[in-house]
């Protein structure tokens, strides 16, 4: 299992990081990844 850092993300993300480091202890990049996906694709939706 690999641990990632998501620090260094646009001011945007700044709710996710802090969701990030509420729900895991040690995020993996599997873990972050997914949810990631998730965020970007909320994004997405409130651009159109």
Do not use: C, H, W
């Not at 850092?5 to 646009?10: D, Q, T, Y």
């Not at 895991?24 to 994004?43: C, G, I, K, R």
Request: aromatic letters at 12%; zero cysteines.
């Amino acid at each position: 299992m690999r641990s990632l850092k998501v620090e260094g993300l646009p001011e945007e993300f700044n709710s996710f990081v802090i969701m990030i480091y509420s729900r895991f202890e040690s995020p993996t990049v599997e873990d972050v990844e997914a949810l990631l996906l998730l965020q970007e694709a909320q994004f997405e939706k409130f651009k159109q």
